[in-house]
């Protein structure tokens, strides 16, 4: 079975500039997150897909980040303009969760941004 | 309080030795548990689920207390290639979205020693 894909696997960028990350989940997967994980921390969650509708968006900066799931396969987020502090891994995750229980979640490779 | 505590370690442990890493979270009204393993430069991977009975996978063991809000992962006869960070991971429903919501704690480091 596939995994989670993301692409780039490495993006660098200077302050202010934009960028997009790029998530394919698990097949049949109707849940995709997308996390930010800064060195020496735990993934924080940013934002959580139900099919093609949001779920949670709470924590995800809307001034400058943003997401979204065509047709509730693929998933982009973006950020624009970038800050100093965005500097981390992105993970997307998806999770067969249908019922509102959480059962396992399955991680991407991850994007590792450096903002200069 | 953070809504969910580890100790950062590092923890370095030679072959063969047991060590536990503990766990608190903030809120009680948190449902499911869990520690995943996080390799380095790597994305994090489901070790276990946390049970209230505690639950065993071979040299593995979790243990919940509700009562006092605490989490536990004990690993025996530790091998190299457990050398990882541990992540605390617990869940809850989110009122206000209306979802369950994965709250990940910063990770317990564990390098074992030949």
């Known amino acids: 079975e596939a995994g989670v894909a993301q692409s780039p696997r490495y993006k660098i960028i200077e302050k202010r500039q934009s960028v997009a990350f790029w998530c394919n989940p698990i097949?049949?997967?109707?849940?995709l997150y997308w996390y930010q994980q800064i060195l020496g921390q735990g993934p924080k969650l940013l934002i959580q897909?139900?099919?093609?509708?949001?779920?949670?968006d709470s924590q995800l900066p809307k001034d400058r980040f943003s997401a979204e799931r065509l047709k509730g396969v693929d998933s982009t987020l973006k950020i624009q303009p970038a800050k100093l502090e965005d500097s981390a891994v992105y993970l997307c995750a998806s999770s067969y969760q249908t019922s509102g229980l959480v059962d396992e979640q399955f991680f991407g490779p991850g994007t590792r941004l450096t903002v200069l | 309080r953070k809504e969910v505590e580890q100790d950062p370690g590092p923890f370095n442990v030679p072959e063969g030795a047991t060590v536990a890493f503990n766990c608190t979270y903030s809120n009680s009204a948190s449902q499911s548990f869990f520690w995943y393993r996080q390799d380095c430069r790597k994305e994090p991977k489901l070790l276990m689920s946390v049970y209230s009975s505690g639950n065993e996978d071979g040299r593995f063991t979790a243990q919940l207390n509700r009562a006092s809000q605490y989490i536990s992962l004990l690993i025996r006869d530790s091998k190299l290639s457990d050398s990882a960070t541990y992540l605390c991971?617990?869940?809850?429903?989110?009122?206000?979205?209306?979802?369950?919501?994965?709250?990940f704690g910063k990770g317990t480091k564990l390098s074992v020693i030949p």
């Open positions: 897909f139900q099919n093609n509708g949001v779920v949670d």
């Open positions: 991971v617990v869940n809850k429903l989110d009122s206000g979205a209306g979802s369950y919501q994965l709250t």
């Open positions: 097949s049949g997967h109707a849940t």
